[in-house]
């Protein structure tokens, strides 16, 4: 909603008019936050209940945060200033086991979560990340997988739709992400332009877009780019045509963002992120397991390796939403 306020412009709408409207939305998120704490309060020994049951069958939720950019000046929706991303990482470390992608998939695949674990992943690529919250991350030797945008570091051009709000931040080099592979954060691929795969299926775009963009990525950092994070992320984007290119260029995984938790004994391949939120009770209320999130979760259907057909893909979805409920 910061951004709602933050970008809009105003237009014929008065200063007088606009300064009541802001509070009014400001006093509509207090409240909300506020009712989303005496909820979460009231649920956190059902929750707590919950997971353990679910870890000592090796089915603890494992949850896959999303980041953009980290910064103070700019800030728009989709950045988090530095110290509200310090407390972040700070409360993760304290209550949480943070793992890569790769054990991340290992959990979900053997059942092999017998505690709420972490990953965090950052999409686009901002070369403010590369200043703070990059070093944050290596310091503490965080695991992180970082979703790089081909086009945006190869030309130095900012986001089409950072340049449309009026806001055209920088993205990072190719050196600088050089230099983030090297200190231990793992490079991922977000397409070559930062692509809305959203009723495409003009399969040369999808080539260019995902294998072609991955062979370049990987040329530019010298090292493979196993995994993959769709602009945007919600259902619409997530084509079987889109993820099985994925598939077909050998990388091992994507990930959504429409905002879930990725259970033991669904598939591995798709992982599910929800935002690294600077609202407080929004990113506790993910991280304290909300298992109406599960039920309201969409089924993103696409063949798998094991199970061999959508059929039994869904029976083990539906089936992990009964044992969640
Ligand atoms: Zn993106």
């Given at each position: 909603?910061?951004?709602?306020?933050?970008?809009?412009?105003?237009?014929?709408?008065?200063?007088?008019?606009?300064?009541?409207?802001?509070?009014?939305?400001?006093?509509?998120?207090?409240?909300?936050?506020?009712?989303?704490?005496?909820?979460?309060i009231a649920?956190?020994?059902?929750r707590?209940?919950?997971?353990?049951?679910?870890?000592?069958?090796?089915?603890?939720?494992?949850?896959?945060?999303?980041?953009?950019?980290v910064?103070?000046?700019?800030?728009?929706d989709?950045?988090i200033?530095?110290a509200a991303?310090e407390?972040q990482i700070?409360?993760?470390?304290?209550?949480f086991?943070?793992?890569?992608?790769d054990?991340?998939?290992?959990r979900?695949r053997?059942?092999?979560?017998?505690?709420?674990?972490?990953?965090?992943?950052?999409?686009?690529g901002?070369?403010?990340?590369?200043?703070?919250?990059?070093?944050?991350l290596m310091?503490?030797k965080i695991?992180?997988?970082?979703?790089?945008?081909?086009?945006?570091?190869?030309?130095?051009?900012?986001?089409?739709h950072?340049?449309?709000?009026?806001?055209?931040?920088?993205?990072?080099?190719?050196?600088?992400l050089?230099a983030?592979?090297?200190g231990?954060?793992?490079?991922?691929?977000?397409?070559r332009?930062?692509?809305?795969?959203?009723?495409?299926d003009?399969?040369?775009?999808?080539?260019?877009?995902?294998?072609a963009?991955?062979?370049?990525?990987?040329?530019?950092?010298?090292?493979?780019?196993?995994?993959?994070?769709?602009?945007?992320?919600?259902?619409?984007?997530?084509t079987?045509?889109?993820?099985?290119?994925?598939?077909?260029?050998?990388m091992?995984?994507?990930?959504?963002?429409?905002?879930?938790?990725?259970?033991p004994?669904?598939?591995?391949?798709?992982?599910?992120r929800?935002?690294?939120d600077p609202e407080?009770?929004?990113?506790?209320?993910?991280?304290?397991?909300?298992?109406r999130k599960v039920?309201?979760?969409?089924l993103?259907?696409?063949?798998?390796?094991?199970p061999?057909?959508?059929?039994?893909?869904?029976a083990?979805?539906?089936?992990v939403?009964e044992?969640?409920?």
């Amino acid at each position: 909603m910061k951004g709602l306020l933050g970008s809009c412009p105003l237009g014929g709408v008065s200063y007088a008019l606009a300064f009541p409207l802001a509070v009014t939305v400001a006093n509509m998120l207090s409240l909300r936050s506020k009712l989303l704490k005496i909820r979460r309060i009231a649920a956190a020994p059902l929750r707590r209940q919950r997971v353990k049951r679910l870890g000592t069958q090796g089915k603890a939720p494992i949850h896959c945060l999303f980041y953009h950019r980290v910064a103070d000046e700019h800030p728009n929706d989709w950045t988090i200033g530095r110290a509200a991303f310090e407390a972040q990482i700070d409360y993760l470390r304290s209550r949480f086991e943070i793992i890569g992608l790769d054990e991340l998939q290992r959990r979900v695949r053997q059942c092999d979560s017998h505690r709420s674990a972490v990953a965090i992943t950052f999409d686009d690529g901002y070369a403010d990340n590369s200043r703070f919250a990059l070093p944050l991350l290596m310091r503490h030797k965080i695991p992180c997988t970082y979703f790089a945008t081909v086009q945006n570091v190869t030309s130095g051009r900012p986001f089409e739709h950072d340049i449309q709000a009026g806001q055209p931040l920088t993205p990072n080099t190719v050196e600088e992400l050089r230099a983030a592979a090297e200190g231990g954060i793992e490079i991922g691929l977000h397409t070559r332009t930062h692509f809305d795969f959203a009723n495409v299926d003009d399969s040369e775009v999808i080539r260019s877009e995902i294998d072609a963009a991955m062979t370049e990525l990987s040329d530019l950092i010298g090292r493979r780019v196993r995994y993959f994070a769709f602009p945007y992320g919600l259902p619409p984007q997530l084509t079987q045509a889109a993820i099985q290119a994925v598939q077909a260029a050998g990388m091992e995984g994507f990930c959504s963002a429409f905002g879930a938790y990725n259970l033991p004994g669904r598939d591995a391949f798709h992982i599910r992120r929800f935002h690294g939120d600077p609202e407080p009770e929004r990113f506790l209320n993910w991280l304290e397991f909300d298992q109406r999130k599960v039920r309201r979760e969409p089924l993103i259907s696409y063949p798998q390796e094991s199970p061999t057909t959508l059929d039994q893909a869904s029976a083990v979805d539906q089936s992990v939403h009964e044992q969640v409920s």
